[in-house]
């Protein structure tokens, strides 16, 4: 039976884990939210990295793990070459914004890209947009910072996530004159899934929703050594152990409103001190 950590400075991570869950029914997970340093986008980088390599490194002294899941936009940006070198002997799956499937799919040719503002400033996300464009040079791509949106999907503020929502989708409207109107709208925080119903009311039918989480599931299979039809071994409720460095209320309730179907009875979030 495999194991495999996922972590996120808060509960966006569950996005991923869903999809995990549903890949990889027999293995057993550990989830970990950095609630006492959430949000990710107050910290400067140095502070992230520093978070990612003792979030890892606890994990690792707890339990053996197969793999380990950075299900965090901004975490991936700034810190996973750094876990990587400090833990070589570790598959590490980080998740970053889905530009060139949303290029590839694109048919009018205009992508829009949410995210926070430290993925959007990183090297990382410039040479991902360099990338695609080089792919696809026909694709114009618009990117609109949304400060705060996490945070409010966090705390569960839901007139807050659609104001933000809002604010989000204008930008992207005024970046698009004279351009084609936008036709995949890639969610470049996996926070963000949980506000798909305020951008579904936003954007209308015609725009697509490009969702990273199941391509993060897919190489998670594919590093564990796993076909992708490789069947799992069921089991009637995964194993999943959650744990929070600060508040444990947000996952908590996080998980009772997104995740109970997959993940069967009680709830119980347990400290992990960092």
């Avoid at 152990?241 to 993940?263: C, F, I, K, S, Y």
Wanted: with cysteine.
């Amino acid at each position: 039976m495999k194991t495999v950590g996922v972590f996120d400075s808060g509960v966006g991570g569950l996005s991923v884990l869903r999809s995990l869950l549903t890949d990889l029914p027999g293995a057993c997970f550990v989830y970990v939210a950095d609630s006492a340093y959430a949000p990710y986008g107050a910290r400067s980088a140095d502070q992230i990295r520093s978070r990612v390599l003792a979030i890892a490194d606890a994990l690792v002294h707890r339990l053996p793990l197969d793999a380990l899941v950075v299900a965090c936009n901004t975490a991936t940006a700034t810190a996973i070459e750094a876990l990587r070198s400090s833990h070589p002997g570790l598959p590490v799956v980080g998740v970053e914004p889905a530009l060139r499937p949303a290029a590839a799919a694109s048919r009018t040719r205009h992508v829009g890209v949410l995210a926070t503002p430290g993925t959007l400033s990183s090297r990382r996300y410039a040479d991902l947009v360099a990338r695609t464009l080089e792919a696809f040079p026909d694709v114009h791509i618009s990117s609109q910072a949304c400060e705060g949106l996490a945070w409010a999907i966090e705390q569960g503020e839901q007139e807050r996530i659609r104001q933000l929502c809002q604010a989000a989708w204008s930008g992207l409207q005024a970046q698009a004159t004279g351009h084609p109107p936008i036709d995949q709208l890639v969610l470049g925080c996996t926070h963000y899934p949980f506000a798909s119903h305020e951008l579904h009311a936003l954007c209308g039918a015609g725009v697509h929703l490009v969702d990273p989480a199941a391509a993060v599931a897919r190489q998670t299979r594919k590093v564990l050594g796993l076909a992708v039809t490789e069947p799992a071994s069921p089991q009637a409720a995964p194993a999943v152990q959650w744990l929070a460095t600060g508040d444990r209320e947000p996952l908590e309730r996080a998980v009772r409103r997104w995740l109970l179907p997959q993940v069967g009875g009680g709830v119980e979030v347990a400290a992990l001190p960092i």
